[in-house]
């Protein structure tokens, strides 16, 4: 179950794929993490879901990572008397705080944050952006708007405002609810939706507590104003395009995801390239040409993973999905260019002696007799290190804790496997060739550099590159998991 990649792969269950044969299909096909999106389904459906991944794992013998994903606020209009309404370039309203139905001269938006943060002159975008309006004269309980592009307006469609910082919390009561479930299931990932500043991230750091890795989920323009602030308390990081395509223009999304995935890999926190990256294949067995293209692009960026949405959740071919996905991903790695743009940029160091280490195993590895890395890791920073780097040669992960191998699933180049805790150095290089030799990674005579850390368990203190050959059989010695 070695992946013939370093990009990894997440896919969304929902009522296409939560079957365990289906989902233990997924994971063979090619998933490193599965998505629990609590936007949809009830807790029971996710546990059930959570119950299937954690099967599909027993059975492949291979971590696999679980993501829950919090929906987030989600700032509605509300209700029109006759459910919709005929607009046209000019068309004036008013958005006021009553909860009377509305018609064409008014509808309620029931948030008074929003009216506190509007500006006269702002742009308010309405139904993913189908709908522009501009505000004009407001207060704190109103505001009068004009459109400017759209020809209906229905209930409950969504508002945003890509030119204010909504004073909301990014954590709804439903997202509380649904985040102490998800980490009583024992989630591996927790997503954060509509992270506009760091303080959101910082609130979702208090309340996991170390439970389970944090991301945030950069979907709204002031979140890439204060991006270097945010990912100061992020574990990782999802380039969220579908949302932040609707509060951006077009031409500005692909600018933003390479400013992103730049920033990320500066600081080693795995990143995801997530939304649309194979649409169409919801209902058509085959993806557009440009679909193709952009997950190839995303390869060639450096992405840790890519996510697949609803063409695995809810799509007709869930299970193609991940095939061409893992296909692409392959060609791209078999690029002849994609290795000098894996090597054409590196991290600076910061004040840790393990990043100079980390740099020179990297560099040492280069040489072609080496047939992998062998990292071992308890909380699963050094391994991390090591993908920052982007080295070509495979990094097997070996650590003693089950949640650290399924955190470290969604991370560029890592095989993370269970291992025990070395208690000697000549243990340590046993237990590294044998494991790189029996997991496939290397063969009789070809040379292995291992990373690791004395004290031995003690987090953070990588210290020792060791190199060492493969023997002419296994022994068998180490206990697999």
């Known amino acids: 179950m070695n992946r013939a990649r370093r990009a990894r792969i997440v896919a969304t269950l929902g009522p296409a794929s939560r079957s365990p044969a289906t989902v233990k299909a997924l994971a063979q096909a090619g998933v490193d993490v599965f998505r629990l999106n609590f936007s949809h389904g009830s807790h029971e459906d996710h546990a059930a879901n959570f119950k299937a991944v954690r099967g599909a794992e027993m059975a492949l013998k291979r971590p696999l990572g679980i993501l829950a994903d919090l929906q987030g606020p989600k700032l509605r209009l509300g209700r029109f008397a006759d459910v919709e309404i005929a607009i046209k370039p000019g068309h004036k309203m008013r958005f006021d705080l009553n909860p009377e ?68 919390s990014a954590l709804t009561p439903k997202d509380r609810e649904d985040l102490a479930f998800a980490l009583r299931l024992g989630v591996d990932w927790v997503a954060l939706s509509f992270v506009q500043q760091a303080e959101d991230m910082a609130e979702l750091k ?97 992405a840790d993973a890519l996510m697949l949405s609803a063409e695995t959740a809810s799509g007709d071919y869930p299970m193609e999905a991940v095939q061409i996905m893992n296909r692409i991903m392959e060609r791209v790695e078999r690029d002849p260019l994609w290795p000098g743009l894996m090597d054409a940029e590196h991290a600076g160091m910061d004040i840790h002696d393990v990043d100079a280490l980390v740099a020179a195993a990297r560099k040492a590895a280069e040489a072609a007799s080496t047939a992998c890395m062998v990292v071992f890791t308890t909380l699963g920073g050094t391994a991390r290190r090591m993908s920052r780097e982007r080295p070509l040669q495979p990094v097997l992960a070996l650590t003693p804790k089950p949640e650290t191998a399924r955190r470290l699933a969604l991370v560029w180049g890592l095989e993370p496997r269970l291992g025990e805790q070395p208690t000697s150095l000549e243990g340590l290089t046993e237990d590294a060739v044998e494991s790189a030799m029996i997991y496939g990674l290397a063969e009789a005579g070809q040379r292995i550099l291992i990373l690791a850390g004395t004290p031995f368990g003690a987090p953070g203190a990588a210290n020792l590159l060791r190199l060492a050959h493969a023997p002419a059989h296994v022994p068998g010695k180490v206990k697999r998991g």
Not at 122 to 140: A, F, P, T, Y
Not at 145 to 163: F, I, Q, W, Y
Request: hydrophobic residues 40%; contains cysteine; proline residues 7%.
């Open 101 to 168: 139905p509305g018609d064409e001269t008014r509808v309620q938006m029931p948030h008074p944050e929003i009216f506190k943060a509007l500006r006269t002159g702002m742009l308010l975008l309405i139904d993913d952006g189908r709908i522009r309006l501009r505000v004009g004269e407001r207060s704190d309980e109103w505001a009068d708007v004009t459109v400017e592009s759209g020809s209906k307006l229905s209930d409950r469609k969504g508002v945003a405002v890509p030119e204010a910082v909504i004073p909301v």
């Open 206 to 302: 208090r309340i996991v507590n170390g439970r389970a890795a944090c991301m945030a989920k950069i979907e709204k323009p002031q979140a890439l104003n204060d991006l270097e602030s945010i990912l100061d308390y992020c574990d990782g990081v999802m380039v969220a395009r579908g949302d932040l395509g609707v509060e951006m223009e077009p031409e500005e999304v692909p600018v933003a995801q390479k400013k992103i995935l730049r920033a990320a890999r500066q600081r080693g926190v795995p990143a995801i390239v997530a939304t649309q990256m194979l649409e169409s294949m919801t209902s058509s067995p085959a993806p557009t040409r440009a679909e193709a293209s952009d997950v190839a692009n995303a390869v060639y960026e450096g």
